[in-house]
Every structure is written in C-alpha cells, then in structure tokens.
C-alpha cells in the first residue's frame, strides 16, 4: 500500500508559480509511475502530466506543456509539480497518483491517490 500526502496549494494571481509536492509513504514507490490530475468544480478530473520511476519518460497535457514540470526524488519519496505562468483555468483540486504500470497516462491505471490540494488562480 502507497499512501500519498498533497501539499503546497493555495490562492495565487493570474501569471503567478506555484509548486505542489506529493510525498510518499510505503509501498514501492520509486518503482511507481506518478501522474498528476486535477479536478475543477462540474468537470471530470482530467490528466495533467505523469512521470516514470526513472524520471526517463514525461509526458503533459496539451494545456500545461511548456508551463509545468513534474520532478521526482526517490531517495525522499518525493515528486513535485512546478507550475508556472497560472491561468484562472488552471483552478482546480490537484491529486497525484501512483501506478504500479511501467508507464501510463490512463486515470484507471492509478490505483493509489492523494487526497487532493486546491489551486485557485485569481484573474
């Protein structure tokens, strides 16, 4: 079992960076694909981007590439999320993930999740 802990959400303006952290705790999980999705209100919760355990493969949603970056450090169970450049439609409840496939982009494929942090990106 993975237990995953969100943290560094808040109220922030348009155009503004932000850097949300998702720890680790038990489980394997420097052997773990780690995404992060986001949930705004009304909306399903849609993929943002994904790592691989290696920090070999990334991938981002068409609407954050080029303005964030996720990073991990497996040593301290730990993978962040730079965002940058903020947009009003970037507001949302931010999770990470963790599945134990090689590699996926596919919200079925993370069994494990945090329990969310609220980005709010004021215009």
């Known amino acids: 079992q993975v237990q995953l802990v969100e943290s560094g959400g808040g109220l922030v303006q348009t155009g503004d960076s932000l850097r949300l952290s998702c720890a680790a705790s038990g489980g394997a999980f420097s052997t773990y694909t780690v995404g992060w999705f986001r949930q705004a209100p009304g909306k399903e919760r849609e993929f943002v981007g994904a790592?691989?355990?290696?920090?070999?493969?990334?991938h981002y949603a068409d609407s954050v590439r080029g303005r964030f970056t996720i990073s991990r450090d497996n040593a301290k169970n730990m993978v962040n999320l730079q965002m940058n450049t903020l947009k009003p439609e970037d507001t949302a409840v931010y999770y990470c993930?963790?599945?134990?496939?090689?590699?996926?982009?596919?919200?079925?494929?993370?069994?494990?999740w945090g329990q969310g942090t609220q980005v709010t990106v004021s215009s």
């Open positions: 993930a963790a599945s134990s496939a090689t590699w996926s982009v596919l919200r079925i494929d993370y069994v494990y």
């Open positions: 790592i691989s355990w290696a920090s070999s493969r990334m």
